[in-house]
């Protein structure tokens, strides 16, 4: 008996490995081909500054809709990264992102930042991949400081390959960095300490409950010092309630992101956004 329902289960286990395979293999090809059509698409989630009570930064978001139907960031991104189709991804992120800004800034909005995300195989391999980069945001008339990448921690720990190197590469060309999901990686005060980011956002998870459960609003609370401590400012992530926005207003929190002052919007919508927004609204 033990035997058939473990082989049963074995069985099972198989077939459930064998789909997620195809899975994965059919959203590769289709994803190949959107990107090469240009298919992607970039919604842009604003950064509130607490202190000037203004948006000055965005966070671009790319998002993916396959033949009707959406999938999520998390599952695509991670097949693009493991089918190689990572660095043209982000090349188009970057192309879509950069033109969105450049057409804010014409309108007047001058000091705007966007943030994006970056997955630890684009971090550029030598010079000349990084040039690509600054080509990018300079062919769009923009200079590298209106661009902060964001790199999330956990995809940096089981990399061999020399981040600091590759890190100060980035951070010559002017760009600013942000260590992103902070908190969650393996690491985290290793690369504090090593690597040099302007920015940590507070990962959502430690958010979520800071209001109700004492462990996380302590880790927040020592985050949020420790980040100022040695000069870093932070946003953060997935701010939902007031309640959570004014705990973090009254620990000193930089910036604030999150569901309670807007989802991600489409391009067509930021002027307006910058526009009618109103601190003191929320
Ligand atoms: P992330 O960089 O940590 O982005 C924040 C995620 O939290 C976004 O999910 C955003 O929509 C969501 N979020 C923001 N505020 C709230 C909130 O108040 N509540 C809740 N529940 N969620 C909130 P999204 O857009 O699904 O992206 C997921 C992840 O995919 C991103 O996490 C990032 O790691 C990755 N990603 C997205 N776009 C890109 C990209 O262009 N390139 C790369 N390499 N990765 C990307
Ligand atoms: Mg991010
Ligand atoms: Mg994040
Ligand atoms: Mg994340």
Redesign the pocket.
């Known amino acids: 008996h033990a035997k058939d329902s473990g082989r049963n289960s074995y069985c099972y286990f198989s077939q459930k490995m064998q789909d997620t395979a195809l899975r994965k293999l059919h959203l590769k090809n289709q994803l190949s081909h959107a990107i090469e059509n240009r298919q992607l698409n970039?919604?842009y989630?604003p950064i509130i500054s607490i202190k000037d009570k203004r948006v000055n930064k965005f966070?671009?978001?790319?998002?993916w809709n396959n033949q009707g139907e959406w999938v999520?960031?998390?599952e695509f991104?991670q097949i693009a990264e493991e089918f190689s189709l990572?660095k043209e991804?982000?090349q188009l992120?970057l192309s879509q992102a950069c033109l969105v800004l450049k057409q804010l800034k014409q309108q007047g909005f001058n000091d705007v930042v966007f943030n994006?995300?970056?997955?630890v195989f684009?971090i550029p391999l030598n010079q000349s991949e990084n040039k690509q980069w600054l080509n990018t945001i300079e062919h769009f008339g923009l200079q590298p400081s209106d661009i902060c990448f964001?790199l999330?921690e956990s995809a940096l720990a089981p990399d061999k390959r020399n981040n600091e190197i590759l890190f100060n590469l980035l951070r010559e060309s002017g760009c600013t960095i942000a260590l992103?999901?902070f908190g969650t990686g393996y690491s985290s005060l290793a690369y504090v300490r090593r690597i040099p980011i302007d920015y940590i956002?507070i990962?959502?998870s430690f958010i979520t409950d800071m209001s109700t459960n004492e462990d996380d609003n302590i880790l927040v609370s020592t985050i949020i010092a420790m980040s100022k401590a040695l000069g870093k400012k932070v946003v953060a992530?997935?701010?939902?309630t007031k309640e959570q926005l004014d705990l973090l207003s009254a620990l000193s929190c930089d910036y604030i992101?999150?569901?309670?002052f807007s989802?991600?919007l489409p391009a067509e919508q930021l002027a307006n956004y910058l526009s009618q927004f109103n601190f003191d609204d929320y």
């Not at 966070?59 to 998002?63: D, G, N, S, T």
């Not at 994006?116 to 997955?119: D, E, L």
């Not at 992101?257 to 309670?260: D, F, N, V």
């Open positions: 970039v919604v989630q966070e671009a978001l790319v998002r999520s960031p998390e991104i990572i991804l982000g992120v994006i995300n970056r997955s684009e964001e999330t992103d999901d956002k990962d959502r992530e997935g701010v939902e992101q999150g569901y309670l989802k991600p």
